[in-house]
């Protein structure tokens, strides 16, 4: 176990996942209200103009290399930087606004796929209420698609946490994400602190995995016996 203790004592590895812990929250929690409402945009506001271009800007993310996607955000923050004098240096500002931009993209499939299977019908009963397009947001629709919402949010707290090359581009002194410590440690050889940091991370998720499923599986048994 005293590969554990070292691991805990490694101040570089402890500051490391703090940073991106700190960033996959915050880049999560913004792209997944972007996302929403780009997902909202899309299948709410039916046919406007901008709607091809806008489709396309959402799935380009998606489809486009990581290393583009890294490369096409520094030389965005560096002209910034040559015009308005901003960012003044690259950290983890940068690196939560480039994980902010490819994520979203995620949010915004997942909402846009929930929003389409969704009764529209609800919604409108609503509006023959009197209920006003914001009211009828907040009441039905997002209470609707909160599980979807959710999804995007773990999803994209997963992929912030999880990113190497796009944080390698916009990241910088300073600045150092927990994929980025692990990868410049193996390229001198795999040390048992970083076995024992991957044991804990694999036992994390499988906890995550296990409580998941049994809420699952609670509820689809409430859901029976009512």
Known sequence: MRWYSALFDNEQIIEAALLSLKIAATSATFATILGTMAGLALTQMGRYRGRLLFTGLIA????????????????????????????VSRGAG???????????A?????????LSSMDQSLQEA???LGGRPIQVAFDITLPLIAPSMLSG????????LDDLVIASFTSGAGASTLPMVIFSKIKLGVTPDINALATLIIGTVSIGIIIASWIMFRQRKRNEVG
């Open 153 to 160: 949010w773990l999803l994209a707290f997963t992929l912030s």
């Open 106 to 114: 995620y949010v915004a499939v997942i909402v846009q796929s929930r």
């Open 126 to 128: 609503a509006m023959d």
């Open 94 to 104: 940068t690196i939560t606004i480039a994980h902010i931009t490819f994520s979203m």
């Open 60 to 87: 380009a993310p998606l489809v486009m290399p990581e290393v583009i996607t890294g490369l096409s955000l520094l030389l965005m923050f560096v002209s910034l930087q040559e015009l308005i004098g901003w960012p």
